[in-house]
């Protein structure tokens, strides 16, 4: 589904109803090193964004998909129902550029994001973000000491666009960079390794060299 206004994303109330849980998936990269819209690669025969949508099954309400400008159409020929697509606000923002729009049109007060090439993401970890939020403003796994996953965060609709507008506006295209203007929970390494021991919801599938591999590993857990 598809509603557009001029400035290509989508139109909805502003009503947003806290019973809700938004899904959103980032398709808006370049895929230079893939040399493929990422988003539609297939593995086991499905685009990637099936795979995450999958693991997302029975959390969400309702699946908004962040594409590149002008590449709505064609995701949506592919992709179909119950799939809501918007375009990412201006090329060269970096991820909040598909971030704020989907923020935007989320009917809930709460969006769960993941980024379009991790197609082994584990519903155990997103059910652990959902889980985690506690009353704050999101929700973001880290995979180290130091090392933030911002893509598979969970963010409040209203102060997530705040922060992540104001960081645009300084030329900033990653979440992190508003994490000081948000009331954030953190997931560490070791809570996140309880329920994927291989971290393998944060494996980004980049290369064909990654497709390779990922298709061997997906034969290998059917």
Not at 33 to 48: S, V
Request: proline share 7%; aromatic share 6%; hydrophobic share 40%.
């Amino acid at each position: 589904m598809i509603a557009a206004g001029g400035s290509g994303t989508l139109i909805t109330s502003e009503l947003v109803s806290p019973a809700m849980l938004t899904g959103a998936i980032l398709s808006g990269g370049r895929s230079v090193r893939m040399g493929r819209e990422k988003g539609l690669t297939l593995l086991g025969g499905e685009p990637f964004i099936l795979h995450v949508r999958r693991a997302m099954e029975g959390l969400v309400d309702e699946v908004i998909v962040s594409v590149a400008k002008g590449m709505a159409k064609t995701y949506a020929e592919v992709l179909g129902e119950p799939f809501i697509i918007v375009e990412d606000e201006a090329p060269g923002l970096g991820p909040l550029g598909g971030i704020i729009p989907v923020l935007s049109s989320a009917k809930s007060k709460y969006v769960l994001f993941s980024p379009c090439d991790t197609p082994f993401l584990s519903p155990k970890v997103c059910e652990l973000i959902v889980s985690s939020v506690h009353g704050t403003d999101g929700v973001v796994p880290k995979t180290g000491r130091t090392h933030y996953e911002p893509l598979h965060g969970m963010y409040k609709k209203q102060p997530g666009l705040a922060a992540f507008t104001e960081a645009v506006s300084r030329g900033d295209g990653s979440p992190q960079y508003a994490f000081n203007k948000l009331d954030l929970s953190f997931i560490p390494e070791k809570k996140l390794r309880e329920v994927d021991p291989e971290l393998e919801s944060f494996w980004n599938i980049n290369t064909p060299g990654d497709l390779e591999l990922a298709e061997s590993n997906f034969r290998t857990m059917r």
